[in-house]
């Protein structure tokens, strides 16, 4: 028997701790000059907490984790009130989980590297272990297990307090992301970052190659039907062209969102649904489908000009 007076206190204290660890990248979108006020208090609130966070995310993601998987919190509307908060308010505008393909995280890391360069500053990254993955202890004997890159202020503590973390270089980290999406059906998402110059390097936070196992991917295929959309879509859809079409299904059984739809042999994509990661162009085998730009994006916490070539 569910206590649920337990459980709607432990929410409330993870809603707390996203909060106050997340404060200072709510302006979504805006630059952020030197803060002052309540800005610079969440920023060296987050500083603080971050040695303290890494320690306990094992303990936030199983819950997260176990919290999406709960039936109890979807039988009526009065319970889903806080799913949604977490999903849609907390994760989805303090921690902007969003979609990029991987050309754009390519373009990422060396606009990044260069701008870095530029003002005589160095990109640090650190390649850690999937903390959903060890938060519930479900590791893969297939697809890679290093799947999150902790960049410039997080790294450091990512590679202090996370076990197996590693420091690469920016070339590597192009490497792997380029590997990565050519043998597996990642999704590319990237969480709570500034758009930023090399002055506001202490605000980028993580990206993180995500499936089925992860906490916000697990949210939005499970739990979308009842409005939880934690994710925010990528700039682009994908689009099937029929004269190249197969119909062999690749793309159908890559697809980590499940919304490539067969309809009298004709496989179909609704530009609405598509979360535009890129996984299906990338695993057909006849390039049959093409990554068309949306005409109006919400991304909001990556500049433009960072994502391009």
Not at 224 to 245: M, Q, S, V
Request: charged fraction near 20%; hydrophobic fraction near 40%; aromatic fraction near 12%.
């Amino acid at each position: 028997m569910i206590d649920n007076n337990f459980l709607y206190i432990n929410v409330i204290i993870i809603i707390i701790l996203l909060i106050s660890s997340s404060g200072h990248i709510i302006k979504r979108g805006i630059k952020l000059e030197d803060e002052k006020g309540i800005g610079k208090i969440f920023t060296m609130l987050f500083r603080a907490l971050m040695p303290i966070l890494s320690v306990i995310m094992n303990v936030v993601m199983r819950f997260l984790i176990r919290f999406v998987d709960s039936e109890w919190w979807f039988k009526g509307p009065f319970r889903r009130v806080v799913p949604w908060l977490l999903g849609n308010a907390i994760v989805k505008i303090a921690y902007g989980c969003e979609v990029y393909t991987t050309d754009e995280l390519v373009a990422l890391y060396q606009n990044l590297y260069k701008d870095a360069d530029q003002n005589g500053k160095h990109l640090h990254i650190a390649l850690s272990p999937c903390i959903c993955r060890a938060a519930i202890n479900n590791w893969s004997e297939k697809m890679p297990n290093l799947t999150c890159l902790h960049l410039n202020f997080a790294s450091n503590p990512a590679k202090k307090y996370m076990d197996m973390s590693l420091l690469i270089s920016a070339e590597t980290a192009i490497q792997l992301t380029k590997e990565y999406a050519s043998k597996w059906p990642f999704v590319h998402t990237v969480f709570g970052w500034c758009p930023s110059s090399s002055e506001y390097f202490d605000k980028q936070f993580a990206i993180c190659f995500c499936h089925h196992h992860c906490a916000v991917v697990r949210c939005e295929v499970k739990r979308g039907k009842y409005g939880l959309h934690p994710i925010t879509k990528g700039r682009f859809f994908a689009k099937i062209d029929k004269e190249k079409c197969n119909k062999c299904g690749t793309c159908q059984d890559k697809c980590p969102f499940f919304v490539v739809k067969k309809s009298n042999e004709i496989l179909k994509i609704d530009p609405e649904q598509c979360f535009g990661c890129g996984v299906c162009e990338r695993f057909c085998p006849n390039n049959a489908i093409e990554m068309i730009k949306r005409p109006k994006s919400n991304l909001h916490f990556i500049r433009t000009e960072l994502i391009m070539n």
